[in-house]
């Protein structure tokens, strides 16, 4: 988002969602995650997926 100069708001207008819930993905706290939000994420953001997902154990 920093890269490009993108709010948290912004992104989630463009994405058509809540910046309560894209701050909850921001964060790591989310348990899932459709796969239409992240396509749409990463079309607004010129990314791809493994840009911005991380694996961890539990």
């Known amino acids: 988002m920093a890269k490009r100069k993108m709010t948290l708001t912004e992104l989630a207008e463009r994405v058509d969602i809540t910046p309560a819930n894209l ?8 348990k899932a995650i459709r796969f239409s939000t992240l396509e749409a994420i990463c079309r607004e953001l010129e990314c791809q997926p493994g840009d911005i997902l991380e694996f961890r154990r539990n």
């Open 23 to 30: 701050s909850i993905l921001k964060t790591g706290k989310a």
